[in-house]
């Protein structure tokens, strides 16, 4: 019998855990005969085989359920997509008639999936888990309010959807929306001026060479729009700007108003010519490798 190993589930675990997990889930072993692609599913779907209907202890045991949570939340990705919806499913149905466990596994999916700050942060993987979790037939009627919730929210400006369009306010004072404004590929980031991680991703943007060097070639627009705060707050930012980048007033009230679904700011998005949304909340990296660039 062989066992699938990932040494980079032990280093990421040790890195997001304060203390010792009580019992630390050893990976399946994975069959001999088994061809290779077909491992990181099976590894996924009987991640939590100690667990029954019938025992409660771990599943509300929030050290065990967080440490192990990590590592099952961390080689989620390596599955396909129906392997992650199946390993996803099973779980939840195996503790579903266990309201304090269910109410202890989406908090912690909704820390390490779906919060962009998370190292985990995976979207897709979320919104998984909360489909699978609304498919239950009864739960806490609590839970399955923020489910939706939050369903609903992050159905909004999807990659492969039109970015939601508003207006906001630019320099000369003029109004102008977002459709009539993008022509290439764009960087679409919300931010607050009062915010010191918005201003460190602004200098950020603003002095990397490959970024500058492709606004310079007409390949790439910044369009930075303040969400927070009043306009003295942000001509007091607006100053600090590169001329070359797009910056706006938000004048459509887009977090009260839920155009967008703005979990932490700085909240960036890649956009493409059409404005079609490329990526959510990409790294620096991703940007600069996005094929729409």
């Known amino acids: 019998m062989k066992r699938l190993t990932y040494t980079a589930v032990a280093l990421i ?4 855990r304060a203390t010792a997990v009580s019992y630390e889930l050893p990976l399946p072993a994975i069959p001999d005969d088994m061809p290779r692609a077909e491992r990181p599913d099976f590894v996924v779907n009987h991640f939590w085989d100690c667990i029954t209907p ?18 099952f939340f961390y080689l989620l990705p390596y599955a396909t997509t129906q392997g992650r919806t199946d390993a996803i499913s099973r779980i939840l149905h195996t503790i579903s008639a266990d309201s304090k466990g269910i109410a202890l596994y989406q908090s912690l999916a909704e820390q390490y999936l779906g919060d ?4 985990l942060y995976n979207e897709d993987t979320y919104i998984t888990s909360l489909q699978q979790l609304l498919s239950l037939p009864s739960q806490e009627p609590g839970i399955k309010m923020r489910a ?29 929306t ?6 290439r590929p764009t960087i679409l980031l919300f931010y607050d001026p009062e915010c010191d991680h918005c201003l460190d991703a602004i200098d950020t943007l603003r002095i990397d060479t490959n970024i500058n060097e492709m606004i310079n070639a007409g390949r790439l627009d910044i369009l930075a729009v303040c969400i927070e705060g009043d306009k003295e707050q942000w001509l007091a930012v607006d100053a600090k700007l590169p001329s070359s980048w797009i910056s706006g007033f ?21 956009l493409a010519a059409d404005g079609t949304v490329t990526l959510t909340h990409p790294t620096l990296q991703e940007r600069l490798s996005s094929p729409y660039l």
């Open 13 to 16: 675990a040790l890195s997001m």
């Open 54 to 71: 019938a025992d409660s202890s771990l599943t509300r045991d929030r050290e065990f359920m967080e440490g192990n949570a990590v590592n």
């Open 116 to 119: 962009p700050e998370s190292p």
């Open 148 to 176: 939706q919730f939050q369903l609903e929210m992050l159905s909004k400006n999807r990659p492969g959807m039109k970015g939601a369009d508003f207006e906001f306010a630019m320099r000369d004072n003029t109004t102008t």
């Open 178 to 183: 977002l459709t009539s404004i993008v022509a």
């Open 250 to 270: 938000d004048q459509s009230d887009i977090i009260g108003s839920d155009i967008y679904y703005i979990q932490h700011l700085p909240a960036p998005y890649l």
